[in-house]
């Protein structure tokens, strides 16, 4: 049975609420190694082990000393419990940052990357798109933009099935000459790097409103505006599934009229809904990373661990290390296969 590392510490609606998400996926058949203050956390039993680690880092403003002066904290037994072997994947709530430095501290960095990426999928109906980095590096250099193209297109191809994702940067305009100095550099570099690949077609630029629209399989960008676009469309999300709410509850015959939609509706709230998508994958490291919002509820927590466990099970480190060696897309001065 795949046994899942997780971080209690960080979450918005407290430990507690981790624990009882852990309890929901461990009910499908996950085990759990949950690090956080026991106190609050319960007993262990039922596929959930607890590890009192009582001391989070989440709030500490800069995370790599934070990892390297707190080894007791909840963060760092988790993710070294993933670099030993004890646990196949980490999952947090809370801090990216020191998710990150944990994660290369402990469970290290693939061969031949630059820099690991947060990838998600950003839950547009129908126009499905991968979007990455949304938060593991703020500041980036054209290299890693190149590389996250690459890395995202093989995300979409082994998890996603789709052959040649279509790749966009993320800019204020399609012109390739719109953006920022680092967006035109990337955007010259991305262009002479895909050109004749066989693993994606770089489209060029993106806009905002793209992300919505189809027009592209995979969006590039660095991590702070890759997190500020994820997050405004997430908040549009949760806004109109309120509104759907209060619109259906509002009155007799919206309550009548919600049920006759209720059918036809579901699967429309479900695709939408941030908690669904269970969090972002941390690829780059030698095992799986899945950061959740700390704002997420125990369903979304639960998500987020059974998205680990799918991960795992799909060898996603694997498939996407492998499909960046054959298009070449490693780090040259490491290239090689992760171990």
């Known amino acids: ?186 955007h010259e570099a991305l262009v002479a790097r895909t050109a004749g690949s066989d693993a994606l077609v770089f489209v060029g630029n993106v806009e905002g409103s793209g992300l919505t629209e189809g027009v592209v399989d995979v969006a590039v960008t660095d991590g702070f505006t890759g997190n500020v676009a994820l997050k405004v469309i997430e908040a549009v999300s949760q806004t109109m599934l309120v509104t759907i709410r209060d619109i259906a509850q509002a009155s007799t015959r919206g309550k009548l009229g919600g049920l006759l939609l209720s059918g036809g509706l579901r699967p429309f709230v479900e695709e939408i809904d941030p908690e669904g998508q269970g969090g972002a994958y941390l690829l780059g490291l030698r095992q799986l990373g899945v950061v959740a919002h700390g704002s997420f509820t125990r369903q979304g927590i639960a998500r987020a661990i059974l998205r680990a466990r799918r991960g795992v099970d799909e060898d996603l480190v694997g498939r996407t290390h492998r499909a960046l060696e054959a298009a070449g897309a490693l780090r040259r001065a490491n290239v090689g296969a992760a171990s």
């Open 1 to 186: 049975m795949t046994v899942i590392a997780v971080d209690a510490n960080g979450a918005d609606l407290g430990p507690a609420e981790v624990a009882a998400g852990a309890r929901l996926a461990a009910q499908q058949g996950v085990e759990v190694l949950l690090f956080g203050p026991a106190r609050e956390l319960g007993e262990s039993g039922g596929g959930v082990e607890i590890i009192d680690a009582p001391r989070s880092i989440a709030k500490e403003l800069n995370p790599a000393s934070a990892v390297r002066g707190a080894p007791d904290a909840s963060i760092v037994l988790a993710a070294r419990a993933v670099g030993e072997g004890r646990a196949a994947a980490l999952v947090c709530n809370g801090s990216t940052g020191a998710a990150l430095v944990a994660g290369q501290l402990h469970m290290r960095r693939a061969t031949g990357i630059y820099r690991p990426a947060l990838a998600i999928t950003v839950p547009v109906p129908g126009r499905p798109v991968t979007l990455l980095d949304v938060g593991a590096n703020p500041d980036v250099r054209v290299e890693y933009l190149v590389q996250f193209a690459f890395m995202g297109a093989a995300y979409a191809s082994a998890v996603l099935g789709i052959e040649r994702p279509r790749v966009g940067l993320l800019s204020n305009g399609i012109e390739p000459e719109r953006g920022s100095q680092l967006v035109i550099e990337a």
